[in-house]
């Protein structure tokens, strides 16, 4: 699979975000990542730690689009505070 840059810009033709496998960042088949799990869990743990460590909230109504994946229509502003630790 070659990669084309050209595919990820704005003024890009629509018709490129239609192969279903144009993203498969850990392979598939036979050939598969033997660590695809290990990085999937890494990546919930480290989302769970960051919700767990910081407050973040959304400051506009969040406006999504389907291309490909559904994706924020447009930028999104985020407040993000550290919570304040919790004794138990």
Same mark, same amino acid.
């Given at each position: 699979? #070659?990669?084309?840059?050209?595919?990820?810009? $704005? $003024?890009? @033709?629509p018709?490129?975000?239609? @192969? /279903?496998?144009?993203?498969?960042?850990? %392979?598939? %088949? *036979?050939? &598969?990542?033997? %660590? *695809?799990?290990? &990085?999937?869990?890494?990546? !919930? #743990?480290?989302? &769970?730690? =960051?919700?767990?460590? +910081?407050?973040?909230?959304?400051? @506009? @109504?969040?406006?999504?689009? +389907?291309? +490909?994946l559904?994706?924020? &229509? %447009? /930028? =999104?502003?985020?407040?993000? !505070? *550290?919570?304040?630790?919790?004794? !138990?």
């Amino acid at each position: 699979m #070659i990669f084309f840059t050209e595919r990820w810009m $704005d $003024d890009c @033709d629509p018709s490129w975000n239609r @192969d /279903p496998n144009l993203v498969l960042p850990f %392979g598939f %088949g *036979k050939r &598969a990542c033997p %660590g *695809k799990r290990l &990085a999937e869990i890494q990546l !919930y #743990i480290t989302v &769970a730690k =960051m919700f767990h460590a +910081f407050e973040i909230t959304l400051e @506009d @109504d969040l406006q999504t689009e +389907f291309n +490909f994946l559904l994706v924020p &229509a %447009g /930028p =999104m502003r985020m407040s993000v !505070y *550290k919570r304040t630790p919790v004794s !138990y």
